[in-house]
């Protein structure tokens, strides 16, 4: 059930509950691809860093260490010791990313394993039986993720079969939470809105899937080559076409600006690997902007990251301490990049919910923006 507690011109402050728990939004979705977050963090860390709800893929779960065995084990909640929500994607964006060698057809996608080349075969009744196999709260629909850039043609014949494929994921996921042996009868379904930067086909596919009375709705095929001007116009151009009692998810996206801008123009839920990626490479966020720890400058620089800042790395130990564990190819040092990473984008998000609550977000977003240029942007 999702409640809007408070607007703020287009921004939502809402709550969405679940069958394992509450979540707060707006809010980021950290990613943990294999049911772990890269970088040693543990599920124990997600709790201390304020974390409300993860990320996991379908498609690296089938492939290891299956999803049938991650059912046996009890589902994805016990398998990976986590009692809060978490997200699945449908495995969509992987098959068509992943794999060279693949073929589409009306019934799915026939395509090779990137990890032995076995032969696989997806479609939306094999997404949907996956996730439930894995027992996670909300499962998103298989989808075709057409390229970028990509014809009008290739783009609406995509977009049409992307439609009968969320039917089929809808009348899927019925028949499955109604089986005795399913661990979680109680799985929520995301559709997906896709056309690319084709405004009026946006649109009417968010008018389409709206008609199919989802539990939430995500906008994919974005952040993948397009201007970040033009993704906020599809974003803004689409969202008032998405039911309004639903949360909206706006997939891969994306760094502090981006989510700050897509906050003011309606959306809920957000995912990306830049805070884990970014900081196993030494880069981490502050509200002055991206900071690099491998630079010499702070080589005996004994601050914290950021001043003031109650993660776990900022409370304990001094940037020149974590760039030597950088340049020493310690593991440490990436584990506590990724953690204040984390931290960072969490408490971000509860500094947003709060500015929302005080109907203050248009300046609180402004003043976030300009600190951000300090030191080159976020």
């Known amino acids: 059930m999702y409640n809007i507690l408070t607007t703020d011109g287009s921004a939502k402050r809402a709550e969405f509950k679940t069958v394992h728990g509450t979540v707060q939004t707006p809010v980021f979705m950290n990613v943990g691809t294999i049911a772990a977050i890269k970088g040693a963090v543990a599920t124990t860390d997600l709790q201390e860093i304020g974390t409300q709800i993860e990320l996991s893929n379908t498609y690296h779960l089938h492939v290891r260490p299956g999803d049938e065995v991650v059912k046996k084990l009890g589902g994805l909640h016990k398998f990976m010791v986590w009692d809060k929500p978490i997200l699945t994607d449908s495995g969509g964006f ?103 930067t084709f405004s009026d086909i946006r649109i009417e596919h968010a008018k389409t899937i709206s008609e199919l009375e989802l539990d939430g709705y995500a906008l994919g095929g974005l952040a993948v080559g397009e201007s970040h001007g033009e993704m906020y116009d599809i974003i803004e151009k689409t969202v008032p076409y998405l039911p309004k009692n639903k949360p909206t998810y706006l997939m891969g996206v994306g760094t502090p600006s981006n989510i700050l801008e897509a906050v003011g123009r309606g959306i809920d839920f957000f995912d990306c690997v830049y805070p884990s990626r970014n900081g196993r490479h030494g880069h981490v966020y502050t509200n002055r902007g991206k900071m690099n720890l491998f630079n010499a400058q702070f080589e005996t620089d004994n601050e914290p990251i950021e001043e003031g800042c109650k993660c776990p790395a900022c409370r304990t130990y001094s940037r020149a301490y974590i760039r030597h564990l950088l340049k020493a190819k310690e593991m440490l040092g990436m584990r506590l990049c990724v953690l204040h990473n984390l931290y960072f984008y969490n408490h971000i998000m509860e500094e947003i919910r709060n500015a929302i609550d005080e109907h203050k977000y248009e300046q609180f977003k402004q003043n976030k923006l300009e600190g951000f240029k300090e030191l080159g942007g976020n």
Not at 158 to 179: I, Y
């Open 94 to 196: 992987q098959v068509f990313s992943l794999s060279t060698l693949r073929k589409i057809k009306e019934e799915g996608v026939y395509f090779n394993s990137h990890v032995d080349g076995r032969k696989i075969f997806m479609g939306p009744e094999e997404s949907m039986t996956i996730q439930s196999n894995l027992a996670s709260t909300l499962a998103m629909a298989f989808d075709e993720c057409p390229p970028h850039p990509a014809t009008r043609e290739y783009m609406q014949n995509s977009v049409d079969r992307t439609t009968r494929w969320l039917v089929r994921c809808k009348n899927k996921m019925r028949e499955l939470n109604s089986l005795p042996d399913t661990i979680n009868k109680e799985q929520m379904l995301f559709g997906i809105n896709q056309g690319g």
